[in-house]
């Protein structure tokens, strides 16, 4: 998956068996130069054995999540790629050149000259 720079990440865990009042269900993230992120974010259970929380990647590259608990014998990995521009960002910036490629093509069509033989405008 690909994910913009510098935006807020939030993940939503269900932990195994749907336990609740995991006190020891940590995340460790690794940083694209093989650093571990800080501080580590911490999670929050919102009921039912869901649990949520956030950080915001800063640098561009690959990114691993490690997210596991000793006590329920939860461990799950996932890698992110985090990028500058993410496709909703090109697909509105490809829009954006095309209306104006067109707003050029409607003035240059109600232009109203006359090429003259011999190649000048009358």
Request: without cysteine; negative net charge.
């Amino acid at each position: 998956m690909e994910y913009k720079i510098n935006i807020e990440r939030k993940l939503r865990y269900v932990a195994l068996d749907f336990t609740t009042g995991l006190t020891d269900l940590t995340i460790a993230i690794r940083e694209p130069d093989g650093s571990l992120f800080s501080p580590a974010p911490v999670f929050t259970e919102i009921g039912d054995g869901l649990y949520e929380t956030s950080y915001t990647p800063n640098a561009l590259g690959i990114w691993q999540e490690k997210i596991s608990s000793i006590s329920n014998q939860d461990k799950i990995f996932n890698s992110i790629n985090i990028v500058s521009k993410d496709i909703d960002t090109v697909s509105f910036e490809i829009s954006v050149v095309e209306s104006k490629i067109d707003e050029v093509k409607g003035k240059i069509d109600s232009l109203d000259i006359q090429i003259k033989p011999g190649g000048y405008i009358a």
